[in-house]
Nanobody, 122 residues
């Protein structure tokens, strides 16, 4: 059974940082891409970033470029999202998701975690 478990969300002031983690299990890590998608209250889900274990490539939506960094720990089957210079508009539930390669914008992920809340105060 595929499982994706997020952690690391919380409340932070504007300009602060958070690191989200996604622990993946139940599938061969190298065969999938892992991404982060967020949903703010009253808004549609939007992609943030994606990483491909098969070739090490990464993908960032415009909203994440320059502030967020995605990475993975192969030994732990865990993907991280380092978020710096957070803004109130980054407030959302952040979901970890998995799909077959490659990473691209608006990827329709097959598997989803339950999400972790990120709240950025002004």
């Amino acid at each position: 059974e595929v499982q994706l478990v997020e952690s690391g969300g919380g409340l932070v002031q504007a300009g602060g940082s958070l690191r989200l983690s996604c622990a993946a299990s139940g599938f061969t890590f190298d065969d999938y891409v892992i991404g982060w998608v967020r949903q703010a209250p009253g808004k549609e889900r939007e992609g943030v970033s994606c990483i491909s274990k098969s070739d090490g490539s990464t993908f960032y939506e415009d909203l994440a470029k320059g502030r967020f960094t995605i990475s993975s720990d192969n030994a732990k089957n865990t993907v991280y999202l380092q978020m710096n210079d957070l803004k109130p508009e980054d407030t959302a539930v952040y979901y970890c998701a998995a799909d077959r390669p490659p990473c691209y914008s608006d990827i329709g992920y097959d598997y989803w975690g339950r999400g972790t809340q990120v709240t950025v105060s002004s």
